[in-house]
């Protein structure tokens, strides 16, 4: 059973970082790329970035460019999320999920809640 | 690309027939996937390449469309199908997603 478990969220001052873990199981994870999605209380969906099988290639938008990292250990079937100089607007339920080929992704973790607040 | 999506809301009772739409700022080919979201499961994948039923999809889903207009239709509708349905577009970088239909029971 495909299984996508993120963790490391929490309250975290603007201006602060915060890394988030996302573990992979049930899957070979390195055929998989894999992104990050986040959602604001009460919004949609926003893609918050992408990387290759390899972690040669991230790709991300332009609100949080510069700011946020991707990164994947495939020894340890686990993907990550380094997020620096935190804003408000960042407060969101981050997912993550992966995706085989084109970026729709048939498998999403449950979330994990990042509060950024003074 | 934006994708503007519609109703935000919808109210139907078992077994009517419902359809949600998505529209995109340019063409957008067939790129196109619908998820729905439920309070306490992970996102769960309906659709992609606009109409392609992903595995385990009920066949009362289906998507139509290509280029900027696309429809997700749910017919003979079941309890379990209450719930927030979005789109996606991944035809290009920055990946989107339209804002969301609450589809609520009449």
């Known amino acids: 059973e495909v299984q996508l478990v993120e963790s490391g969220g929490g309250l975290v001052q603007p201006g602060r970082s915060l890394k988030l873990s996302c573990a992979a199981s049930g899957f070979t994870f390195s055929n998989y790329y894999m992104a990050w999605v986040r959602q604001a209380p009460k919004k949609g969906l926003e893609w918050v970035a992408t990387i290759s099988t390899s972690g040669s290639r991230t790709y991300y938008p332009d609100s949080v460019k510069g700011r946020f990292t991707i990164s994947r250990d495939n020894a340890k079937s686990s993907l990550y999320l380094q997020m620096n100089s935190l804003k408000s607007e960042d407060t969101a339920t981050y997912y993550c999920?992966?995706?085989?080929?084109?970026?729709?992704?048939?498998?999403w973790g449950q979330g994990v809640m990042v509060t950024v607040s003074s | 690309v934006q994708m503007t999506q519609s109703p935000s809301y919808l109210a139907a009772s078992p077994g009517e027939s419902v359809s949600i739409s998505c529209k995109a700022s340019k063409s957008i080919s067939n790129n196109l996937a619908w998820y729905q979201e439920k309070p306490g499961k992970a996102n769960k994948l309906l659709i992609h390449?606009?109409?392609t039923l992903q595995s385990g999809t009920p066949s009362r889903f289906s998507g139509s469309g290509s280029g900027t207009d696309f429809t997700l239709t749910i017919r003979s509708l079941e309890s379990e199908d209450f719930a927030v349905y979005y789109c996606?577009?991944?035809?290009?970088?920055?990946?989107?997603f339209g804002s969301g239909t609450k589809l609520e029971i009449k």
């Open positions: 999920a992966r995706f085989k080929w084109e970026p729709y992704f048939d498998y």
């Open positions: 996606q577009q991944y035809n290009e970088y920055p990946l989107t």
């Open positions: 390449s606009g109409s």
